[in-house]
């Protein structure tokens, strides 16, 4: 399943604008910690949905 609208920004936020959790946070009318809450989990679902398709990235072996 891919990103909801929210959990995209989240990401572009903080990557790419280089945004605090708690700009983001104030930007999306959410509490820093949830943000922090809803990032770490972002990120563990990408690094399982990245280990699960490892041979179509090639990474590793």
């Keep these: 399943k891919g990103l909801s609208r929210a959990e995209q920004l989240i990401i572009v936020l903080y990557y790419y604008e ?3 959790m ?3 946070g104030a930007t999306l009318d959410l509490s820093e910690s949830r943000v922090s809450q809803m990032h770490s989990s972002i990120i563990a679902r990408m690094k399982a949905q990245m280990n699960t398709r490892r041979k179509e990235f ?3 072996k």
Excluded: L, P, V
């Design 58 to 60: 090639a990474i590793g």
């Design 22 to 24: 708690k700009e983001i």
């Design 18 to 20: 280089e945004m605090t």
